[in-house]
């Protein structure tokens, strides 16, 4: 009920007439066994749906329960076919940009790694994963982002939360420092003095 007036669905506002060769592409779709299942489905509501299908069309409601979909879906297809044509009921429409933008980006990590590179904050010796993710949100430079993606990029740009008081920090490669090393040089014994005869 809108307004005082009862709202009533139009199914026979956009009505589907397809020629020979839509039917026969159509058939052809749904027989081949290679076709992705949302155009096969979409191309049986058009075959079911035709006004010159020589078995009679079926209405909204035997085509969704028959296709066992909602008859909204029905009427979807049916209008984007009239008003569109045939390819944009049956191929998805291709994104221009990806479903889902990356959270850590060129600009994120220039970020990140500026963060890592300062002084951790008071109290803290070094920068910890949910410190960074924090420091992240409350910089506005993200709005959302886990520890997971935050240790990847990390992991890409080859940074640690690193060591004490240093922020994060590029990882060593070189071992001549290493407490091993130290250890074998201090358990090292002194050479002992020749008594003077």
């Not at 809108?2 to 060769?21: D, E, K, Q, W």
């Not at 290679?34 to 010159?52: F, H, T, Y």
């Not at 904050?121 to 949910?130: I, K, M, S, V, Y």
């Amino acid at each position: 009920m809108h307004g005082g007036i009862r709202m009533t669905s139009t199914p026979n506002l956009y009505p589907v007439r397809l020629c020979a060769a839509e039917r026969e592409r159509l058939q052809h779709i749904t027989r081949c066994g290679q076709a992705p299942v949302r155009k096969v489905r979409n191309a049986q509501v058009l075959l079911l749906s035709d006004r010159n299908r020589p078995e009679g069309r079926l209405t909204r409601a035997e085509i969704a329960q028959t296709l066992g979909m909602h008859v909204n879906t029905v009427d979807r297809v049916r209008k984007r076919f009239v008003l569109e044509g045939e390819k944009p009921v049956l191929e998805r429409k291709v994104r221009l940009t990806p479903p889902v933008p990356p959270k850590i980006d060129g600009r994120v990590e220039a970020h990140l790694a500026a963060i890592c590179c300062s002084q951790a904050p008071a109290g803290r010796t070094r920068w910890t994963l949910n410190l960074l993710v924090n420091e992240l949100k409350a910089r506005k430079i993200v709005t959302s982002i886990c520890a997971e993606s935050v240790r990847r990029a990390l992991k890409k740009m080859n940074c640690s939360p690193g060591a004490s008081n240093a922020g994060a920090s590029r990882k060593e490669t070189g071992h001549a420092s290493s407490p091993k090393w130290r250890r074998s040089w201090m358990s090292m014994p002194r050479s002992i003095p020749r008594k003077s005869r």
